[in-house]
């Protein structure tokens, strides 16, 4: 048989055989839980390192106190603080590379943050096996970013500033408060200890020591199972994902019988690259469902809702994306109140930002307005201001971030950003401490491997 | 016994000849004949040696040089027909670009996976990649493994 008839024959059989093709795309969904068939290694070591100097110029308040807005996080000391936040270092890849169709992902957190802070400066933050066998239904297994709102599911090491917006930090950033209930009998029934305040007031810097969670941050993540796939449709690429999980972050197991659901949706327009910079024009909704187990008196149980959607449109030299997000129950209320968080209040809030890459340079300059209402419409009644688990009344914070960014290379760039914060509340004693919160500067180096 | 010997140098000669002719046929005009060898198991190196196949057509032009990639051993997967390179092998084929596929390797993969891989529509099997590249390298092709 001579060569072209070799081919002939080769490509009939290839016809006859052929199956669903898979889509490589390069959204978040399919970066972070799919490999490029017949092309990954067995195991690729990546990670990035990020260093940064962080400098708040918020006032005291009346009492010469601080709450964490006007404090340098994780540990919520002082105000200002250089700091290695982020030291990743993770393992992906395909352990088997003559089967494309099963992939993992793991990586694990060194850096000094809200995953970390309490617990021995080292937390695993992903560890998955996605399973692509399913033509439409690629699933993941495990530890993983979940579906949801872009600041969380994009990676961090390609966000465009150095802090996240305040209606992420709080709304979606989910924090788990310790408990004393650790360790009670089972025998005496479901715990209930409501006589202990875990609260802290606001405190005089240094060693102001306003972060009372221990628990790692939720870091958007989850363990559970999802299905998901991209199908390509011309230049678009429409995206789904489904995940159950334990809704309880990055803790391992499940603290109650009580699981998450997780629900994704996104349509792009691929203008053009790869990667977690590709070009295009996105539109994303999300929803997200739960209920929590109060940590401090486990016969009470409380909804966790949370949705938004939005768009991200990046066509050098431009850039601009906005997202709504709103959330029911278990509204954060500050690091220093734990208690306050089991509850039923509701929340919004959104960002709009852009950015414009300065042709023929390095450089690239971002803009950023956020606003968050927490506690909407919610006024305390007048019979409990002073119990230790009821929350504040409405109160805003709005945030106008200038920042710029110098690329180096394409693995390296630095981030400098001034953050204008404006905050009030509607409870006197809340407004007190929040109106005293000023600008903040940050600087910020990352370099990816 | 000379005669004899004389008889397989000819037949040798003849076969050799046949077969740069062969090759001739495809690319008559072709000045230059490259043979790129994948063998590695380096996700990079898969997009490296399509980047030099498509170097050497933007150079010379599609009728001025006559291109082959043979992949064995780990480097097969290039021709898995799954690869995520599969557009980019079609665009080198319409191009002029040949691809073959060891069947040593291919026979080696079908055991460990308890199946055949199935490879893309492009790539021909031959029955050993290094001897694809012996046979081609003496029909004058230059061997470049990136």
Known sequence: MNYKNKLLMNAIGAALLSSASTVQAANWLMLQGTEAPGQSARAKVWGFIQAQYQHDNSDANAGGGYNPPKLIGPNLDDQSAFNVNRARIGVRGTGFPLDSKVNYFILAEFGNNGITYGDDGKHLTDASITLNHIPGARIRAGLFKTPGAEEGLQAIHVFDYINFTTVTNQLLLERFPNSTCDGASPSAGPCVQTTTDLNNAASPTPDADMNQFSRSVGAFRDVGIQVFDTFKAGTWENSYAIMYGNGNGLNYGDNDSNKDLYLYLSTENVFGGKGGRREGLKM?????????????????????????????????????????????????????RPQHLFNDLEAKGYYVEGGWYIPNTKWEIDLRYDSYTRDENFKQPPTSPATPSAPGDES?????????????????RMNVEYSMRDAKSDTTAIDNNVKGINDRFAIQVTHVF | MKNILSVLLLLIAAISSYQIQAAEEDKPFAEERIVLQISDPNPFKQTLVLNVANNLIKAYGQDKVDVEIVAFGPGLRLMFKENVNSGRIQGL??????????????????????????LNSNAVPVSAGVVRIIELQNQGFKLIKP
């Open chain 1, 284 to 336: 994303f909704a999300w929803h997200q469902d739960g209920k929590r187990t109060n940590a401090v008196n486990r016969t009470q149980e409380q909804d966790r809702t949370r949705s938004g959607l939005g768009f991200k449109y990046l066509q050098r030299p431009f850039r601009a994306s906005a997202e709504y997000m709103q959330g029911k129950g278990m509204i954060f209320q500050g690091q220093h």
């Open chain 1, 396 to 412: 805003t914070f709005d945030t106008t971030t200038v920042g710029a960014q110098y690329h180096f290379n394409k693995k390296t």
């Open chain 2, 93 to 118: 084929t319409d191009s002029g670009v040949k691809f073959s596929a060891c069947e040593n390797t291919i026979k080696g993969m079908s055991k460990k996976l308890g199946h055949a891989p199935e």
